[in-house]
């Protein structure tokens, strides 16, 4: 019901734009979020916007990624720029209904993940 996709291999401080495509179901009313997961790394918080719009960022990336959601098209996206080789990951997007944003467990749906690669 989630699908992610955008990933690819890019070089330090290139950009790109993850989008996380939402079907059978609407999630106009649920937050949504980012999640990565690094070789040998537990998975961690990217990003989350709220129904409202509200928007929520980790420390390693804010100011750098912009997260955004189009509820017409039931779309999110997270624009990703000045990339870093830490910022490789499997990313992943997630959906759900409760306050609690930035914790795996709170979201219901996830969509399989999306490889960024970021070379040196």
């Known amino acids: 019901q989630l699908q992610a996709s955008g990933g690819g291999l890019v070089q330090a401080g290139d950009s790109l734009r993850l989008s996380c495509a939402a079907t059978g179901r609407s999630f106009t009313n649920y937050h949504m979020g980012w999640f990565r997961q690094a070789p040998e790394k537990e998975r961690e918080f990217v990003a989350a916007?709220?129904?409202?719009?509200?928007?929520y960022y980790a420390d390693s990336v804010k100011g750098r990624f912009t997260i955004s959601r189009d509820n017409a098209k039931n779309t999110m996206y997270l624009r990703m720029n000045s990339l870093k080789p830490e910022d490789t990951a499997v990313y992943s997007c997630?959906?759900?209904?409760?306050?609690?944003?930035?914790?795996?467990?709170?979201?219901?749906?996830w969509g399989q993940g999306t490889q960024v690669t970021v070379s040196s």
């Open positions: 997630a959906a759900g209904p409760r306050n609690i944003m930035t914790i795996p467990g709170a979201y219901d749906y």
């Open positions: 916007i709220r129904w409202s719009g509200n928007t």
